[in-house]
């Protein structure tokens, strides 16, 4: 696209510095389209003047709308970097990548430091001189091998303010799992070498602790203590297994990452492996749309990948050159507290790991992209099935919940595309009603959902509601009372009993119909129906719970 003139806010373009630096674009209102960096930013921003001086597919978009250009000038192009990084997390800008959840991933700490030391799973690293193990990306991963560690290892696992109160051993004591250190049952001599040998597991230094645990095997045995004999064996037992599932050795040592890169038009996919000690312990995924330049949505990658606290390795292998590595590896060198190399491998073991990082994307990307028409395919469904006018992408659900009409409450939970978004998920303190009349609470929770002035993230393409005729009729009055008649509306109840016998089969209701509609047992449509249903059903019987859990506690 060729322009005669620069665009609004671009004119004075040679008025800019030429020093390192960040921009901020800006529209009419002040609002932050988009961030960038750049080495000189006078010749950075000539570029968006001059026509067809940025080929990006994006900027034919992007720079009719800018009415203001902002410039932070920086002493390196590291410090721009980080100030990039910076404005997008805080002004999220549109045209930029954000991933907006960018939580930090669980590690596993130990301070050998401390008197007694104690694994514990936290989110962010600290140059405290502990030993972190991770990062994890499954919680319930982590949280398994910590219990398989304190099975193994008899550490203490009670939190700081239980341990430094404690004067009685835990049950934990009583049962062999652990040594009483709370109490004052072990010596901190005896402690440590229990605290090495779980830190040896956790590196993946299986072979030495077997080798170590049979040597004292045999001298229990010998010594006729056979049944501490016995606990090494069991402990030998489940080493064992653990060494059999690990499937991976590679020939690198220390903590390397691996990022593999597979792109398919505007559709990115990251897979990042986490190698420790030559194993391959967990791996990470992330997909993205970008239309610019590769090395630029990978330095953006990395910067909100490795954030502040993360857990940083030696060293990250990359799939192609970025055209500031020294600056980015710099900045990342400076979150990490240690040197943090950035390599492009181009033939040996280490370019194997990025070709099996690179394969991993691009089996996410397949996955994703085989979830999404699967979903397309149901939607497609529900709207021949339901009389909807279009196919939905977004479903909301509602359940009441209470006991005798006291503590009386509603849910919402909503499905974008067939996922929970739980950030728009809602809870309903029901007000208006007296008695155990579920058909009033429901009318009362649809009708103030979408009376409300609250942004809930936009409207339903479907609602979904728990009950019968009686609940999906009250849901109609309030939709009408609301002014919201045009969104539809169906119920989903179970069925137990008909004619005297069971049938545990499922009814979905629809407005205008007289007969509820029977889906297949094994219908994708009625299976997210029902998560849908069950979603709010947990959602609302927890809050209720909740508050009857503390109108027992009050006086």
């Known amino acids: ?54 080929g990006r597919p994006t900027i034919p978009h992007l720079l009719p709308r800018v009415r203001e250009v902002r410039c932070i000038v920086t002493a390196t192009e590291k410090e721009a970097l980080l100030l990039e990084n910076t404005l997008i997390k805080r002004h999220r800008p549109p045209f930029n990548i954000f991933f907006r959840d960018d939580k930090e991933y669980l590690l596993l700490r130990i301070d050998r430091g401390e008197e007694f030391p104690r694994p514990e799973l936290v989110r962010r690293s600290r140059r405290d001189g502990a030993t972190y193990f991770g990062p994890y990306s499954s919680a319930r991963g982590i949280r398994e091998t ?51 040998n779980a830190m040896r597991f956790l590196r993946g230094e299986y072979r030495d602790l077997l080798a170590r645990w049979k040597a004292e095997m045999g001298e229990h045995s010998r010594a006729m203590r056979y049944e501490d004999a016995a606990k090494l064996r069991d402990r030998i037992a489940v080493v064992s297994r653990t060494l059999v599932r690990q499937r991976v050795v590679r020939a690198v040592e220390g903590d390397v990452d691996a990022v593999g890169w597979h792109s398919t038009g505007v559709s990115v996919a990251v897979a990042v492996l986490y190698l420790r000690n030559g194993r391959l312990t967990d791996a990470h995924h992330r997909h993205f749309r970008y239309e610019g330049a590769q090395d630029e949505a990978m330095a953006s990658f990395l910067l909100q990948h490795y954030a502040e606290g993360a857990y ?84 909301e659900g509602f359940d009441v919940s209470n006991i005798s009409g006291t503590e009386p409450v509603g849910s919402m939970v909503a499905f974008l595309s067939g996922k929970p978004a739980r950030k728009w998920y809602r809870k309903f303190s029901v007000r208006g ?27 339903p393409d479907l609602v979904l509601v728990d009950g019968g005729k009686g609940q999906l009729s009250s849901a ?42 029977h889906l297949p047992p094994n219908d994708p449509v009625l299976h997210l129906l029902m998560r849908v249903r069950d979603e709010a059903h947990r959602f609302a ?6 508050l009857r859990a503390r109108r027992s506690l009050g006086s």
């Open 312 to 395: 940083f390795p030696r060293e990250i292998l990359l799939p192609f050159p970025l055209g500031d590595r020294a600056a980015l590896s710099a900045a990342l060198a400076d979150r990490a507290g240690h040197p943090v190399l950035l390599r492009v491998p181009e033939k040996g073991e280490r370019a194997r790991i990025v070709e099996l990082a690179r394969k991993n994307a691009e089996e996410s990307e397949r996955m994703r992209r085989e979830k999404e028409e699967a979903y397309d395919r149901i939607a497609e469904r529900m709207s021949s099935l339901f009389s909807l006018p279009l196919p939905p992408e977004r479903i």
């Open 541 to 546: 019987v927890t809050f209720h719970r909740a």
């Open 433 to 459: 009603v007296s008695g155990p009349d579920d058909f009033a609470m429901m009318e009362e929770v649809i009708r103030r959902r979408f009376g409300h002035d609250e942004d809930f993230g936009g409207m």
């Open 146 to 196: 910590l219990r398989e560690l304190l099975r193994l290892f008899p550490l203490c696992s009670c939190p700081r303010k239980k341990f430094a109160a404690r004067r009685r051993p835990c049950l934990n004591y009583q049962m062999g799992r652990c040594l009483g250190a709370c109490a004052g049952k072990v010596a901190r001599e005896r402690y440590l070498p229990v605290v090495d």
């Open 1 to 54: 696209m060729q322009r005669a003139d620069p665009p609004a806010g671009l004119a004075d373009w040679k008025m800019f510095p030429r020093s390192p630096g960040a921009y901020i674009m800006e529209d009419g209102q002040g609002r932050v389209l988009y961030v960038g960096k750049a080495k000189d930013l006078r010749a950075r921003l000539r570029n968006y003047a001059l026509p067809g001086g940025d």
């Open 476 to 517: 109609a009055a309030a939709l009408r009372s609301a002014g919201r008649e045009g969104i539809p509306v169906i119920s989903l109840a179970k069925e137990r009993v008909r004619a005297g016998e069971k049938v545990f089969r499922e009814r979905v209701f629809l407005p205008g119909r007289k007969n509820p509609l």
